[in-house]
Protein backbone atom coordinates (compact mmCIF):
# COMPACT_ATOMS: atom_id res chain seq x y z
CA UNK A 1 0.00 0.00 0.00
CA UNK A 2 2.67 2.71 1.28
CA UNK A 3 4.60 1.62 -2.15
CA UNK A 4 1.54 2.60 -4.10
CA UNK A 5 1.32 6.11 -2.33
CA UNK A 6 5.37 6.64 -2.95
CA UNK A 7 4.29 5.39 -6.37
CA UNK A 8 1.15 7.90 -6.90
CA UNK A 9 3.15 11.04 -5.71
CA UNK A 10 5.98 10.19 -7.67
CA UNK A 11 4.46 10.47 -10.68
CA UNK A 12 2.32 13.29 -9.42
CA UNK A 13 5.39 15.74 -9.10
CA UNK A 14 6.50 14.18 -12.63
CA UNK A 15 3.17 16.04 -14.15
CA UNK A 16 3.33 19.32 -12.52
CA UNK A 17 7.20 19.18 -13.39
CA UNK A 18 6.19 18.46 -17.10
CA UNK A 19 3.45 21.46 -16.49
CA UNK A 20 5.78 23.60 -15.38
CA UNK A 21 7.81 22.42 -18.55
CA UNK A 22 5.47 23.07 -21.08
CA UNK A 23 4.04 26.44 -19.38
CA UNK A 24 7.47 27.75 -19.54
CA UNK A 25 8.02 26.87 -23.50
CA UNK A 26 5.05 28.39 -24.70
CA UNK A 27 5.76 32.01 -22.87
CA UNK A 28 2.60 31.83 -20.44
CA UNK A 29 3.16 34.54 -17.95
CA UNK A 30 3.58 33.24 -14.80
CA UNK A 31 1.59 33.07 -11.54
CA UNK A 32 3.50 34.83 -8.89
CA UNK A 33 3.48 38.39 -8.85
CA UNK A 34 7.03 39.06 -8.70
CA UNK A 35 7.40 36.84 -12.04
CA UNK A 36 4.25 38.51 -13.68
CA UNK A 37 5.85 42.07 -12.96
CA UNK A 38 8.93 40.99 -14.76
CA UNK A 39 7.02 39.33 -18.01
CA UNK A 40 4.88 42.65 -17.73
CA UNK A 41 8.08 44.81 -18.43
CA UNK A 42 9.83 42.66 -20.61
CA UNK A 43 6.87 42.02 -22.85
CA UNK A 44 6.21 46.21 -23.26
CA UNK A 45 9.72 46.29 -23.81
CA UNK A 46 9.37 44.30 -26.78
CA UNK A 47 6.42 46.66 -27.99
CA UNK A 48 8.21 49.73 -27.24
CA UNK A 49 11.12 48.95 -29.56
CA UNK A 50 8.75 47.59 -32.74
CA UNK A 51 7.49 51.24 -32.11
CA UNK A 52 10.29 53.11 -32.09
CA UNK A 53 11.68 50.88 -35.57
CA UNK A 54 11.97 52.81 -38.74
CA UNK A 55 9.96 52.58 -41.71
CA UNK A 56 12.45 52.56 -43.80
CA UNK A 57 13.91 49.66 -41.55
CA UNK A 58 10.79 47.53 -41.25
CA UNK A 59 9.79 48.23 -45.33
CA UNK A 60 13.12 49.11 -46.71
CA UNK A 61 12.80 50.56 -50.40
CA UNK A 62 13.06 49.01 -53.14
CA UNK A 63 14.66 50.45 -57.02
CA UNK A 64 15.98 48.87 -60.46
CA UNK A 65 18.81 51.47 -60.22
CA UNK A 66 19.58 50.63 -56.39
CA UNK A 67 20.34 47.85 -53.79
CA UNK A 68 19.24 48.52 -50.40
CA UNK A 69 20.10 46.63 -47.12
CA UNK A 70 19.33 47.46 -43.42
CA UNK A 71 20.95 46.22 -39.81
CA UNK A 72 20.92 46.95 -36.78
CA UNK A 73 23.04 46.55 -33.41
CA UNK A 74 22.65 46.94 -29.54
CA UNK A 75 25.79 48.17 -27.31
CA UNK A 76 26.57 50.20 -24.54
CA UNK A 77 28.80 52.37 -26.81
CA UNK A 78 26.89 55.10 -29.53
CA UNK A 79 30.20 54.94 -32.33
CA UNK A 80 30.36 50.97 -31.63
CA UNK A 81 26.51 50.03 -31.72
CA UNK A 82 26.55 52.50 -35.27
CA UNK A 83 29.32 50.23 -36.45
CA UNK A 84 28.16 47.15 -35.69
CA UNK A 85 24.98 48.14 -37.55
CA UNK A 86 26.61 48.93 -40.61
CA UNK A 87 28.84 45.92 -40.52
CA UNK A 88 25.73 43.76 -40.53
CA UNK A 89 23.99 45.35 -43.10
CA UNK A 90 27.04 45.39 -44.94
CA UNK A 91 26.74 41.39 -44.63
CA UNK A 92 23.83 41.45 -46.44
CA UNK A 93 24.54 44.08 -49.13
CA UNK A 94 27.41 41.95 -50.40
CA UNK A 95 25.10 39.14 -51.08
CA UNK A 96 23.01 41.48 -52.68
CA UNK A 97 25.19 42.98 -54.64
CA UNK A 98 26.72 39.72 -56.05
CA UNK A 99 23.63 39.05 -57.85
CA UNK A 100 22.63 42.10 -59.06
CA UNK A 101 27.10 42.28 -60.79
CA UNK A 102 26.17 39.08 -62.56
CA UNK A 103 23.33 40.51 -63.71
CA UNK A 104 24.79 43.11 -65.04
CA UNK A 105 27.51 41.13 -66.24
CA UNK A 106 25.48 38.92 -68.15
CA UNK A 107 23.50 41.78 -70.10
CA UNK A 108 27.16 43.15 -70.71
CA UNK A 109 28.02 40.17 -72.61
CA UNK A 110 24.80 40.04 -74.01
CA UNK A 111 25.27 43.48 -75.77
CA UNK A 112 28.75 42.61 -76.58
CA UNK A 113 27.34 39.42 -78.30
CA UNK A 114 24.84 41.32 -80.31
CA UNK A 115 27.88 43.92 -82.12
CA UNK A 116 30.36 41.67 -82.48
CA UNK A 117 30.58 38.68 -84.99
CA UNK A 118 34.03 37.54 -83.76
CA UNK A 119 33.63 34.79 -81.20
CA UNK A 120 36.61 34.35 -79.92
CA UNK A 121 35.78 38.02 -78.41
CA UNK A 122 33.09 37.19 -77.12
CA UNK A 123 34.97 34.41 -74.88
CA UNK A 124 37.49 36.62 -74.15
CA UNK A 125 35.21 39.02 -72.48
CA UNK A 126 32.85 35.68 -70.53
CA UNK A 127 36.46 34.75 -69.53
CA UNK A 128 37.72 37.65 -67.87
CA UNK A 129 34.53 38.43 -66.02
CA UNK A 130 34.04 35.26 -64.80
CA UNK A 131 35.76 35.57 -61.60
CA UNK A 132 33.94 39.26 -60.82
CA UNK A 133 31.86 37.97 -58.51
CA UNK A 134 34.60 36.56 -56.38
CA UNK A 135 36.21 40.10 -56.16
CA UNK A 136 33.52 41.79 -55.19
CA UNK A 137 33.33 44.37 -52.40
CA UNK A 138 31.00 46.56 -50.97
CA UNK A 139 32.57 49.79 -51.56
CA UNK A 140 30.90 52.72 -52.54
CA UNK A 141 27.88 52.12 -50.79
CA UNK A 142 26.61 55.07 -48.91
CA UNK A 143 24.31 55.63 -45.92
CA UNK A 144 20.73 56.48 -46.93
CA UNK A 145 19.13 56.40 -43.30
CA UNK A 146 20.31 55.94 -39.48
CA UNK A 147 18.72 55.94 -36.09
CA UNK A 148 19.50 55.73 -32.40
CA UNK A 149 17.11 54.88 -30.19
CA UNK A 150 17.39 54.12 -26.00
CA UNK A 151 17.62 50.83 -25.92
CA UNK A 152 17.25 50.61 -21.84
CA UNK A 153 21.03 51.68 -20.59
CA UNK A 154 22.41 50.92 -24.18
CA UNK A 155 22.13 52.21 -27.57
CA UNK A 156 20.05 50.89 -30.34
CA UNK A 157 21.16 51.83 -34.19
CA UNK A 158 19.09 51.50 -37.31
CA UNK A 159 20.85 51.77 -40.80
CA UNK A 160 19.40 52.25 -43.87
CA UNK A 161 22.72 51.18 -47.13
CA UNK A 162 22.34 51.91 -50.93
CA UNK A 163 24.48 50.91 -53.33
CA UNK A 164 24.33 52.39 -56.91
CA UNK A 165 23.97 50.01 -60.08
CA UNK A 166 26.19 52.66 -61.65
CA UNK A 167 28.93 51.03 -58.75
CA UNK A 168 28.24 47.48 -60.16
CA UNK A 169 28.94 48.84 -63.91
CA UNK A 170 32.18 50.33 -62.29
CA UNK A 171 33.13 46.78 -60.87
CA UNK A 172 32.25 45.18 -64.63
CA UNK A 173 34.34 47.97 -66.21
CA UNK A 174 37.82 48.11 -63.59
CA UNK A 175 38.14 44.21 -64.10
CA UNK A 176 37.84 44.47 -67.82
CA UNK A 177 40.67 47.32 -67.74
CA UNK A 178 42.78 44.87 -66.49
CA UNK A 179 43.38 43.01 -69.86
CA UNK A 180 44.67 45.77 -72.16
CA UNK A 181 44.69 44.00 -74.94
CA UNK A 182 40.52 42.40 -74.56
CA UNK A 183 39.70 46.73 -73.60
CA UNK A 184 41.28 47.32 -77.34
CA UNK A 185 39.19 45.26 -78.73
CA UNK A 186 36.10 46.23 -76.78
CA UNK A 187 36.50 49.55 -76.35
CA UNK A 188 34.81 50.73 -79.79
CA UNK A 189 31.58 49.20 -79.09
CA UNK A 190 28.33 50.55 -77.91
CA UNK A 191 28.29 48.44 -74.78
CA UNK A 192 31.67 49.38 -73.03
CA UNK A 193 31.00 53.60 -74.07
CA UNK A 194 27.25 52.85 -72.31
CA UNK A 195 29.21 51.50 -70.00
CA UNK A 196 31.64 54.38 -69.61
CA UNK A 197 28.72 56.49 -69.85
CA UNK A 198 27.44 55.63 -66.84
CA UNK A 199 30.37 55.06 -64.63
CA UNK A 200 31.36 58.52 -65.72
CA UNK A 201 28.20 59.79 -64.41
CA UNK A 202 28.01 58.16 -60.99
CA UNK A 203 31.76 59.63 -60.99
CA UNK A 204 30.19 62.91 -61.63
CA UNK A 205 27.36 62.99 -59.45
CA UNK A 206 29.55 61.30 -56.48
CA UNK A 207 32.25 64.33 -56.86
CA UNK A 208 29.23 66.82 -56.82
CA UNK A 209 27.87 65.79 -53.84
CA UNK A 210 31.03 65.66 -51.93
CA UNK A 211 31.46 69.38 -52.93
CA UNK A 212 27.98 69.98 -51.57
CA UNK A 213 29.17 68.63 -48.45
CA UNK A 214 32.24 70.05 -47.95
CA UNK A 215 29.92 73.75 -48.79
CA UNK A 216 27.07 72.55 -46.13
CA UNK A 217 30.21 72.18 -43.71
CA UNK A 218 32.15 74.84 -43.74
CA UNK A 219 28.93 77.12 -43.80
CA UNK A 220 28.09 75.98 -40.25
Sequence with gaps: ???????????????????????TLTNVPPNSIVDKKVYEYKAQAVVDQIEVMPEWFLKPPTSETSIYSVGTAVSPDLQLTVDIAVLNAKTTLADRINGRVRS?????????????????ILSEVEKATMNIISDVDVAGYKVSESSVVANGTQYRAYVLLEYSDKEANKIIMNRLRKDRMLLSKIRSTKAWKELDESVNEQHNNDSQESLTNMEILTSD
Excluded: P
Excluded at 106 to 119: C, L, N, Q, Y
Design 104 to 120: QTKTFIAKIGSEETDTS
Design 1 to 23: MNKIILLGCTALLGACSSTKTVE
